[in-house]
Each structure stands twice: as structure tokens, then as C-alpha cells.
């Protein structure tokens, strides 16, 4: 940022997510030790270097005590992150119940809880009611650290109260707030019973993001049809107050990954999984196990291309790398059994003596051994039912340039929008047309894999997760400056 005497500065960024990039293992009364969380929204926040950044969040972990406490804010503070404590009740009603029950399963179309209507009635109430709590204590934090002409930027369905609870405590606050789950069509927003006071509160900030410009119309349509406001080419208006509402794609650091291709853990790595795989070709999926992932429908799809393909039996492996996820969840522990009851049965059908054709890990795999996985892969598969960009399969494509794999990518993933032309694209719903696919990517000569590989490649190396924040923060300053010029006039 220039100043008006010419001098330029580092703006400080607060970064507001549920999760911190770090996580917390407690190792004694007062010692912690830290790893990095995974997702997406982690991956990406990682990527973005050239901001004087301060992280906000929960280390996913209960800290009760107060010693505890102490000595894990001063751990994160090495790590410029700020923690937010929140208690046993508070996760299971905030961060089970109303984030990871109710709306990550309605922002990808998998709809409300049904069992019993009455009881999830109740239970909507308590953990709508313990959502915003969590929200005013993230708000809380936030105040504690803000300081004037600091950018706050609130990320995730997590935190759709904080924009309504940040500007209540100082309306000059610059404030974004940006949504890395798809935002559904309007008519499935309705559903929810909190849905016009959730729309409000992210209306108090000053600009919303998606990244997807359908994304960002079905919130616009929900702010329309369900509040009765005005849905204009720049956004929402209320009264007079414009919320800027706009598309911004996200990225990853791709150089991060084509360089650890260099190094030595990564190519020692590559030497073994060769060695292993010899006279196979590899097919690869890595996911959180999340239902959104259409980890079953991948599997079943893949059996399908088995019992088509005699020939193929031996020469294909299936290497499904799934780490799981919100594990406190019913759903989750659910997809867990199902999963394995899948790999099982089709290891005991198509398994020989000396191989078996599926390897499934429940596990997370470090940088290095992720990044080996993706370049001696011959075939992605990412058919997730739902996504809101997919970051597996740009990390994929980054490792991937002397091999030139086949990526197979769900139509419905936003990752679709930006390397639809390189990838196969697939309805994963439709587990024939995923099987006939993997036929396809097995067999593709090695122009067209080269031709797809480019187009995919390039995207990748360009629409980096740096630029991706660079251009929200830029414009949020721009959206608050015009609106500033406005209220003059
Ligand atoms: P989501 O945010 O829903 O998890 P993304 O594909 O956008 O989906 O991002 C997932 C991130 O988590 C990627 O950076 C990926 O490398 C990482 N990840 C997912 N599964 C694993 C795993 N089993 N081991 C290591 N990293 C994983
Ligand atoms: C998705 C969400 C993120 C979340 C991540 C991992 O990427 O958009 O907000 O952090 O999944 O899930 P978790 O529940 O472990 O934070």
C-alpha cells in the first residue's frame, strides 16, 4: 500500500478461520506441539506469503486449563496465530452439530438432517443459538487484536455471524468474508430455518466472495428471492448500502510443489513407489473422508472398470488415500465402515495370492510422500458429488509435468471451471460413465495427454493462491474507499 507521502507499507491482514493452519497436540501440562491441519482452506492460506498476516482460530483442541492455555498461546504465537478457546459444548453444538451437520452437508446438496423431525428441530435451535455464541467469541478476539486500517478477513461457512458481530463493535472495520464450500442454488438455502438471519449477517460485510461466479449469483438469488433486497451487477443492495459480491478463484502455491519434486526425500520416495508399482499404472485418489468426496461411488466405479476390463486385472492398482475427518460426527463414522466394507469386498473378488487391487489408507501422508504419490501417478480421480474448488486435483496437475497424467474430475467440483478443458470430465453420480472414463485415461495416447497436461498446467502456475488473496484484499480496500466516496456525495 502506498501512503500519500509516498512511502509504502505492509498492510496487517487478520485472517478469521475456524481453523488454524496449525493444529495442537498437547504433550504435557504446559507443552504443546504443533502440525499442520489439513483441507483446502488451510492449503491455500499457506500460499499467501506478501501480507503482514496475523491467523485467528481454533487449534483444534479442548484447553480447559488456564496454564494450558497460556503456554499454547505463546506456541502459536511463533506462528503468528491468535487462539480462540472453545470448549467441549460449544464444539459439539457449533462445530458438529450446526457447521458440520447442518450446513457443510446443505452447501453441497446432500440436503438437512432428516431422522427425527422434532428432536432436529430442538437441536437446530440450541446449535443455531451456539453458533452465533462461538461467532461472538471469534469477533471477541478479533477486537481484542484489531488495530485501525488492519483488513479483516472472515473465511468459511463456520463464520457467517462474524461480519454482523465485527461491524457492531466498529463500522469502519474493513471486512471481507469469503466462502470456500459451494453456496447452493437459493431453493435449497430456504430450507434452513436460520436462513434469512445468516444471509444478513454476512451482508454486514463489505465484500463476499465465492470462487465461482455461479456460487456468488445463487447467494445474490438467495439474498433476492429469501430477504426481498435488490441483486445488482455489483452485489446486494440494502437500503442504500451496497455488499460488493463477486467471484475470486482460489489457487495453490504451485511452486511450493514443483520444487519439492527436486528434492531428495520426494525423489527417494518416487524410486520405492516405482519399484512397488512396477508393471502397473497407477491410479490415485487423495481426500479427506468427507461424504462430499464420493469416495464409495470412486470405488465402486473403479470395480465396474474391473469387471469390464479382464485384461486391465494385475496391471492397475487404485491407491485411495482419504484421512479422516470431523470424526465426531455420526455421518462421518458411518462412510468409514462403508468404505471399508467396499475396499474389502472388492480386494477378495478381483485380489490375487501377490496383489490386490485396491490399497485403501485411512491416514494423512506428509508433504513429501504426497507430493511422490502425485508424480508417479498415471490417473486422478476426484469425484467429489460436491466441491467447492478441489485443491487435490490442481496439486495433482503441478506435480505432474514430466508425466503428464490423466486427471478424471467431477463435474461438480469448481475445480471443473478452471481445468474442465485438460480433465475428463465425469458426473459421479453415474458410475458407468466413471468406468468407461478410466478406460479412457488408461488408454489416452501420449499427444492428447501432453495437449491436456498444458492447458491444465498453466492454469495451475498461474492462478496461485498469492494472487487469489492479493485481488480480494485489493479489492476490499477498493470496495470500502468507493463506498467511503459515496456517502460524501
Ligand atoms: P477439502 O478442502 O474439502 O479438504 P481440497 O481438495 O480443496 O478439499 O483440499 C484438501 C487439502 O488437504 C489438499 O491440500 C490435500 O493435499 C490435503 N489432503 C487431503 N487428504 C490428504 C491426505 N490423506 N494426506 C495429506 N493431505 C491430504
Ligand atoms: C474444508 C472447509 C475448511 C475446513 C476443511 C477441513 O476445506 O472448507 O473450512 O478447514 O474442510 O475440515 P475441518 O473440519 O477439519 O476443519
Known amino acids: ?13 487478520l485472517v478469521v478461520a475456524n481453523r488454524l493452519p496449525v493444529s495442537a497436540v498437547r504433550r504435557g501440562e504446559d507443552s504443546w506441539s504443533l502440525e499442520i491441519s489439513a483441507g483446502g482452506l488451510v492449503t491455500a492460506l499457506l500460499g499467501v506469503k506478501e501480507f503482514e498476516a496475523r491467523w485467528i482460530g481454533w487449534a483444534g483442541v479442548n484447553v480447559p486449563d488456564e496454564i ?32 458440520n451437520n447442518i450446513l457443510w452437508p446443505l452447501f453441497h446438496y446432500l440436503g438437512l438432517p432428516q431422522e427425527d423431525r422434532l428432536a432436529t428441530t430442538r437441536s437446530f435451535q440450541s446449535q443455531f443459538a451456539a453458533y452465533k455464541k462461538a461467532n461472538q467469541m471469534f469477533a471477541d478476539v478479533v477486537n481484542k487484536h484489531y488495530e485501525e486500517g488492519d483488513v479483516v478477513w ?21 471486512v471481507g468474508w469469503f466462502l470456500h464450500t459451494p ?20 451482508l454486514a460485510a463489505d465484500l463476499v466472495g465465492f ?20 441483486g445488482t451487477p455489483e452485489g446486494v443492495e440494502d437500503q442504500g448500502r451496497l455488499t460488493r459480491v463477486a467471484a475470486f478463484p482460489i489457487g495453490i502455491d504451485a511452486d511450493r510443489f514443483i520444487r519439492a519434486l527436486e528434492t531428495h526425500p520426494v525423489q527417494e520416495h518416487i524410486k520405492e513407489l516405482k519399484e512397488r508399482f512396477a508393471g502397473r499404472k497407477v491410479m490415485l ?28 486385472h494385475d496391471k492397475v492398482v487404485l491407491l485411495q488415500i482419504a484421512v ?10 458411518k462412510l468409514t465402515s462403508q468404505v471399508h466394507e467396499i475396499v474389502g469386498r472388492i480386494n477378495g473378488r478381483f485380489g490375487t495370492l501377490t496383489a490386490v487391487p485396491i490399497h485403501h489408507l485411512d491416514r494423512s501422508l506428509d508433504f513429501y510422500k504426497l507430493c511422490a504419490l502425485y508424480a508417479v501417478t498415471d490417473v486422478a480421480l476426484v469425484t467429489s458429488l460436491r466441491d467447492g474448488m478441489n485443491l487435490v486435483s490442481y496439486e495433482f496437475v503441478a506435480c505432474q509435468d514430466a508425466k503428464k497424467g490423466v486427471l478424471i474430475l467431477s463435474e461438480f467440483a469448481g475445480a471443473a471451471q478452471s481445468l474442465g478443458a485438460g ?4 458426473n459421479p453420480w453415474n458410475i458407468i460413465e466413471v468406468a468407461a472414463s478410466i478406460a479412457q485415461a488408461l488408454n489416452m495416447q501420449p499427444d492428447e495427454r501432453e495437449k491436456r497436461h498444458r492447458h491444465n498446467f498453466l492454469h495451475v502456475t498461474t492462478h496461485t493462491a498469492q494472487e487469489w488473496a492479493e485481488t480480494f484484499v485489493s479489492e476490499l480496500n477498493d470496495t470500502v474507499v468507493e463506498a467511503q466516496l459515496r456517502t460524501r456525495q
Open 183 to 202: 453456496f447452493p442454488s437459493s431453493e435449497i438455502h430456504r430450507t434452513l430455518p436460520s436462513r434469512s438471519e445468516l444471509l444478513r449477517s454476512v
Open 423 to 426: 480433465a475428463i470430465l465425469v
Open 324 to 333: 479422516p475427518t470431523r470424526t465426531d460426527v455420526p455421518e462421518y463414522q
Open 211 to 230: 470462487h465461482t461466479y455461479d456460487y456468488a449469483r445463487h447467494f445474490v438469488s438467495a439474498c433476492t428471492r429469501i430477504l426481498g433486497l435488490e
Open 68 to 99: 494450558g492455555q497460556r503456554a499454547l498461546t505463546k506456541a502459536l504465537d511463533e506462528k503468528r496465530c491468535i487462539p480462540v478457546f472453545l470448549d467441549e459444548e460449544i464444539v459439539h453444538q457449533y462445530y458438529n452439530g450446526y457447521c
Open 285 to 312: 485418489g487423495v481426500d479427506r473422508l468427507d461424504m462430499i468426496k464420493g469416495i464409495p461411488q470412486k470405488i465402486l466405479a473403479f470395480e465396474k472398470f474391473l469387471e469390464e476390463n479382464p485384461d486391465w
Open 154 to 174: 472472515c473465511h468459511d461457512y463456520h463464520l457467517m455471524f462474524l461480519p454482523k458481530c465485527l461491524k457492531e463493535y466498529n463500522s469502519n472495520m474493513k
Open 1 to 13: 500500500i502506498e501512503r500519500q507521502d509516498g512511502r509504502t507499507f505492509r498492510q496487517r491482514l
